[in-house]
């Protein structure tokens, strides 16, 4: 008799979540018992309309707000706050320390949550940087290089950390197209080099099939969970394949 091979344990699980805050005048309802999983090395994407809750689910997996209904589990252990196994990349540019250098910026992530110290944060900075191409600007200030540049230190200092989930929040939106393309590019380069798991959100069909090995749709607010797609083989992007696994997933995030 044949074993069946042992389907890898999910890395992260998400259990009928239901997320709720408060505004000034309502209580609003984000998600509504969004179930889902991500496996090691995933590249896991949110996709779906504005106000469908996809930011704030991703601020619940990195412990920044708790669930009012279901669970999310790390490893198999229930989040409960933020932690270094989880970095956030936000769509903002201006998350880095302006008194500090690009290399003194992705050291001082790992010494203050206490994962490395020293020579070892300095040598594990530069690997990162170099890993995103930004070698040569390990010694400039964040005033002095682009919004995609800026980016790209936001990246390393999320990579330097070694975390199990890297979570990024649309941190490409703000970007001229050309750029958006080139950063959508250097992060499947990145992926490729070190197979780190993400979830990336985003609202874009095009980036989602891109970027993306696993495609979650929810629907507009609140959120649910309306389909779950495997994106298309990097070789297949620009063929029809592309165009119509975008206009499937177009019908069925915007269908009546």
């Known amino acids: 008799m044949h074993s069946r091979p042992e389907l890898p344990q999910p890395l992260l699980a998400v259990d ?3 997320l709720q805050y408060k505004t000034t005048d309502h209580l609003v309802t984000a998600t509504y018992r969004v179930d889902f999983e991500v496996l090691p090395s ?4 949110l996709l779906g309309p504005s106000g469908c809750g996809k930011s704030t689910l991703l601020k619940a997996i990195g412990g920044y707000m708790a669930p009012v209904e279901g669970e999310i589990r790390l ?3 229930k989040v409960t706050e933020p932690g270094p196994d989880r970095m956030m990349v936000f769509q903002e540019f201006d998350q880095l320390l302006p008194w500090k250098t690009v290399k003194q910026n992705v050291a001082f992530a790992l010494t203050a949550s206490g994962r490395a110290n020293g020579a070892e944060a300095t040598d594990r900075a530069h690997h990162y940087i170099e890993k995103v191409g930004l070698a040569k600007f390990a010694d400039s200030f964040p005033h002095m290089l682009s919004g995609g540049m800026k980016q790209r230190v936001s990246i390393a200092r999320g990579m330097a ?4 989930i890297l979570l990024m929040d649309e941190p490409f939106a703000a970007l001229d197209a050309l750029t958006r393309r080139k950063m959508q590019d250097e992060l499947l380069q990145l992926w490729d080099d070190t197979r780190f798991t993400v979830i990336f959100v985003t609202h874009s069909i095009e980036e989602a099939i891109r970027v993306g090995t696993r495609i979650l749709l929810l629907s507009p607010h609140p959120g649910q969970v309306k389909a779950e797609l495997n994106s298309i083989a990097p070789d297949e992007i620009g063929t029809p394949s592309q165009a119509k696994l975008e206009a499937r997933i177009n019908d069925m995030l915007f269908a009546k």
């Open 161 to 164: 950390m070694e975390p199990d």
């Open 42 to 45: 995933d590249r896991y994407i």
């Open 75 to 77: 490893k198999g252990k």
């Open 16 to 18: 009928g979540v239901t």
